[in-house]
């Protein structure tokens, strides 16, 4: 039991052990365990012994950081022990009051941990001696629990008013309870709630009806735990009861501990009054609930206030007075005149709304992260009139809007209605503020590689960024600035690929998720493809995962490429008429297929493609440091300044957001057409060395289909539209020209080729330029060029462009 004393902050513990009157020697515990010990006698063989060990620990002890740690002993006087999901070996419970409270949360335990009862040395010793027990107590609270058991009284603690369940079985008594009160005879149970159980904290929003209801919950689930044993007659048990410490005592002892230390010299009396039940009168106030039906949900849910408004109200009215206020999903208000609580409104009105003349309502619900997400859905309004018919006016109360309309702000300028149609963007709930971000800082480095920097100090706080025009990190910094400040501004497609899975692309979705919240959603394929986009249409980032869309399916992109560029969007209920609206979506591809996730052509200018590597380690808990960092990642957003100016009308410029990734997937999804016909057309201009080739399209068409052995064929049609594709213009008049159709070439000498010719008849040439079609090495290694007029080479080509007149033969495809 030995530690380092200069390790742990014990003031806080210390303090708290004081007040209630805790001892080091009471709160010391001694474990004792047998092992089995194997040896070898005299003779060789072997002899198994067991050895006893013994060992000491703090019930209660702290942590370097000054909170309580509290350690938890089952029923044999071991510790409880437990198992986190995707570990080997199991690990002590321990449960943690903490020294500044997180929030509204003064005690935290481990993630995914079960709860366990708290059993003080006093509750072990009578279970290991089977002695029978009269009345057992359970009480919230570890320190309530050992205060009490203290002063003589056989009690359990509890981690919350619902802590008595089995995290095994469903709603039942948890197992070692069960166990103990069939051990020790228990004759009668007690459920022993705080001072505070009749105490409410007014909101304009909150429903004051969640508190109470949520204690009502518990006491009835509590009973029914209880009701196999109470049924047995091999059982000792024959009576359960609710008591709490008398409400005009919660600003004084709200809890058991506190009642103990106030009143130091009434002690006894606080011990007689509690062993009264239902009839304790000074300190406590009790119920008996054997009857499942009239004591508790008859006697206690009107002690509650729970049976109507006007119940709820006379219970609590000092902490309303003459305020409107929510239970159960109505608002109501008093009047003093009348004496009684009349109706507001009911808070489901909100609910609804009335678009036009269509009724909709707003439903949430869970997407595949588990993410809450808002939707509108048509609602048919003989539906409400049915399901608040006991309402009078509830109809008439609900909002009224002409249409829908999207309009995203990020800021102050934010409005909810603009010229009585409700917007669909929602507010941030962020407040940025200066702070650390360097979790932030090395996810983006990991996402989007490049050479650009965001320099932080020791604390994690920005010093300075060194941006890079066209690089990638640069470029993303400057896509999520614009994002903030910028919300209407259409920006390129981001595509996170990489063939590898737990890169970080779904993560990135998620951190965007935490900044956007409802105005962003993901989808897959499908559902993008669905004939109803109200699920999407209206977001402001449509991140489809996992995606891969089919290199023949053009639909698809070209749905994309609309989405990009476009300034409205219709909105497609499933039974309401069509509605139109702003559009300012930004959309976000993530899938494993690096290479293929959708075909792009060359010179495309709406794709901002990064390949996401491997991490080089993992961090379990990154989403909630991303989460943490978000405002002080905002206020950096807020202010710095945008490296790319404004270009075009999706910002950048294209050689800003072309990458290495961008072109291996131009190159892997070209289909025959492109490819043949890019080579074929490489090797003219490296042959020839013009800077401008001219063709009609049936020269073209000739030089793919004669010959050709293949099934495949190109038709006239396609070869057209593969040209639209690649920005290969026409002349609008017809003319004579020239085609190169060989090299002529006396004694294999390339210093005196000369290119031969074929005059062509009056028709609509395309034309071709070598800066379209070769890399700037390859036109470098042409100069000086051919003569367009003669024919001649200006000078002898080097090796690599010496070609085997086989090249002028016709191109199978």
Not at 178 to 186: A, D
Not at 394 to 400: A, G, H, M
Not at 435 to 460: A, S, W
Request: neutral net charge; glycine residues 4%; contains cysteine.
């Amino acid at each position: 039991m030995s530690r380092d004393s200069s390790a742990v902050d014990t003031s806080y513990l210390n303090r708290r052990l004081a007040e209630v009157g805790i001892t080091d020697q009471l709160n010391t515990f001694e474990r004792v365990w047998n092992d089995k010990v194997t040896s070898r006698n005299e003779d060789g063989s072997l002899k198994t012994e067991a050895v006893q060990n013994r060992r000491l620990y703090k019930l209660f002890d702290a942590d370097k950081d000054g909170n309580i740690l509290i350690r938890y002993f089952n029923l044999d006087g071991q510790p409880y022990r437990w198992k986190k999901a995707g570990t080997k070996q199991p690990r002590d419970f321990i449960r943690i009051r903490l020294k500044e409270p997180r929030d509204d949360a003064k005690y935290i335990q481990p993630e995914g941990s079960p709860q366990f009862p708290f059993f003080p040395p006093a509750i072990l010793r009578k279970y290991k001696d089977a002695e029978p027990i009269t009345t057992l107590y359970l009480v919230e609270g570890e320190f309530k629990a050992f205060v009490g058991s203290i002063h003589g009284l056989d009690i359990v603690g509890i981690a919350g008013i619902h802590g008595f369940y089995d995290p095994e079985v469903k709603r039942q008594l948890h197992d070692d309870l069960k166990k103990l009160l069939v051990h020790c005879r228990v004759e009668k149970i007690v459920l022993l709630f705080d001072a505070d159980i009749l105490s409410l904290t007014w909101s304009p929003d909150k429903d004051l009806y969640k508190r109470p209801s949520s204690f009502y919950n518990a006491i009835k689930s509590f009973r029914e735990s209880l009701q196999l044993l109470l049924d047995d007659k091999e059982v000792a048990l024959e009576h359960a009861f609710f008591m709490h410490i008398r409400s005009d005592l919660a600003y004084e002892a709200k809890g058991l501990d506190d009642l103990f230390v106030t009143y130091t010299a009434c002690h006894a009396e606080i011990l007689e009054d509690l062993r009264q039940f239902q009839f304790a009168k000074k300190y406590f106030k009790g119920f008996i609930i054997n009857d499942l039906n009239r004591d508790v949900r008859g006697s206690v849910f009107r002690y509650l206030g729970l049976a109507d408004e006007q119940e709820f109200y006379e219970t609590y009215e000092k902490f309303i007075g003459t305020r409107e206020f929510i239970f159960n999903h109505r608002r109501y208000v008093f009047n003093g005149e009348r004496n009684r609580v009349e109706l507001v409104r009911h808070e489901d009105v909100v609910k609804f709304m009335r678009i036009g003349t269509d009724w909709v309502k707003k439903i949430t619900q869970p997407n595949k992260y588990g993410e809450p997400e808002e939707e509108i859905v048509p609602w048919r309004v003989a539906e409400i009139q049915r399901d608040y018919k006991q309402y009078p006016g509830f109809l008439e109360q609900i909002p009224k809007y002409d249409g829908f309309c999207n309009e995203p702000a990020w800021d102050d300028t934010y409005k909810e209605v603009h010229h009585n149609c409700l917007n669909l963007s929602h507010p941030l709930r962020w407040r940025p503020t200066e702070g650390p971000f360097p979790t932030t800082v090395r996810f983006l480095k990991h996402i989007f590689q490049g050479n650009g920097e965001v320099v932080m100090d020791g604390q994690g706080r920005f010093v300075s960024e060194q941006a890079i025009l066209g690089d990638s990190l640069t470029v993303a910094l400057d896509y999520l600035t614009i994002l903030l400040r910028f919300p209407k501004q259409k920006l390129p497609v981001l595509i996170l690929v990489s063939p590898e899975n737990e890169t970080g692309k779904t993560t990135f979705l998620k951190f965007l998720r935490i900044i956007f919240g409802t105005n962003m959603c993901t989808i897959n394929i499908d559902q993008f493809n669905s004939r109803f986009n109200a699920h999407f249409i209206t977001k402001f980032i449509i991140a489809i995962d996992e995606a891969a869309i089919k290199i023949d399916r053009r639909v698809e992109k070209e749905r994309l490429k609309m989405l990009v560029t476009s300034d409205e969007a219709y909105v497609e209920y499933k039974g309401m008429d069509l509605r139109r609206v702003s559009f300012y979506g930004k959309v976000i591809i993530c899938s494993n297929e690096a290479d293929s996730v959708l075909k792009i052509d060359q010179g495309e200018s709406r794709w901002f493609v990064v390949r996401v590597p491997v991490p080089d380690q993992k961090d379990p808990d990154l989403e909630l440091k991303l989460k943490d960092e978000v405002e002080a990642f905002l206020f950096f957003l807020r202010n710095r300044s945008i490296v790319h100016p404004r270009r075009n009308r999706l910002w950048f410029e294209p050689e800003w957001i072309i990458t290495d990734q961008f072109n291996t997937i131009v190159n892997a999804t070209k289909d025959r057409i492109d490819r043949v016909f890019e080579d074929w057309m490489r090797d003219q201009f490296k042959l020839y060395r013009l800077q401008k080739l001219q063709y009609s399209i049936s020269h073209l068409l000739s030089i793919f289909n004669e010959g050709n052995a293949s099934k495949y064929r190109v038709d006239k049609t396609e070869l057209k539209a593969y040209l639209k594709r690649r920005n290969v213009a026409s002349e609008k008049h017809a003319q004579r020209f020239k085609i190169p159709v060989s090299l002529e070439i006396p004694e294999n000498d390339f210093a005196d080729a000369t290119i031969k010719f074929i005059e062509v008849n009056p028709t609509f040439p395309y034309i071709f330029y070598m800066k379209d079609w070769l890399p700037p090495e390859d036109i470098e290694e042409a100069k000086p060029f051919s003569d367009p007029e003669t024919g001649k080479y200006y000078r002898k080509p080097s090796q690599s462009m010496r070609h085997d007149l086989a090249t002028q033969e016709k191109l199978p495809l």
